[in-house]
């Protein structure tokens, strides 16, 4: 693997899953990244992103620096022959050629502006990164993609399903603000590559980019969905098709106990941060039946399997 920007970077997602497993068992493998240096860049914020994937290159040995570009770095540039007379002090081409010359990995978090979708859909920061640095970058989540939480959702499904082919529900949930569509685009590529029955529920206004969602069976009700669901995966996101609009805001699509009734006793998963009682109830995050807190502790390990994978190729 010589980045980790998109899901298409690996090679084996069975191979990477069981990879990630392992660790989970071993916990460390610090020869690997001895001497090595990580370098993470957030133009927004983080929690489990960030801790994790530190956690992780940690894990191997490496050392970590990270750095909050958006309010410590300074503004940059990313058009190439601007004449810079205006705010940007720094182009990314100097950026990211400095930055390989301190980290042998450089991982970015980079968020859509959620104005402009052509704009968004360029993926400008990340790619832009991935043109000017001579090192290997992962992707903390882009403007349209969160592998290693895709990756991180593969392993949990892997480790706790109970049949070979489980029925897997992505349902939107309401959120009073505009959300990327990065978690549930990843998410949706990641089950397409895996042996799940998948279904995406949503209001109508809120299908996904339809080069995401392909032949998956997409529904606008939800009851119909959750029935006989295995692991419900519950997301906000805002409006591919009127491009980042919020166009629903009431609770009628919050995840609640009794939505469950007709379904498997599912799972339920999120990637946190979750808005409770407004994504997902109370009852439902409290019950045994919620895989969050497991959920969000295997980023770790997505994370490990990844950089020990581009260690192994340096
Ligand atoms: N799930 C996730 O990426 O969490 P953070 O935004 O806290 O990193």
Known sequence: MK???TLSDIESLDELINEGLQLKKE????NLGKGKTLG???FNPSLRTRLSTEKAAKLLGMEVMAMNVDKDGWALEFEDG???DSTKAEHIKEAAGVLSQYCDIIAVRAFPGLEDKEKDEAETVLNSFKKYASVPVVNLESATGHPLQALTDAITITET???DRPKVVLTWAPHPKALPQSVPNSFVEVMQKMNVDLVIANPVGYDLNPEVTKKTAVTHNQEEALKDADFVYVKNWSSYEQYGKVLKTDRDWTLTKDKLENSNSPKVMHCLPVRRNMVIA???LDSQDS???QQAGNRTYAAQAVLKRLLEEK
């Open 82 to 84: 601007a004449v810079m």
């Open 27 to 30: 916990n460390s493998v610090p």
């Open 3 to 5: 980045n980790y920007i």
């Open 161 to 163: 399903k109970q049949k």
């Open 291 to 293: 895989l969050v807190i």
């Open 40 to 42: 993470m860049l957030f």
């Open 282 to 284: 109370d009852e439902v």
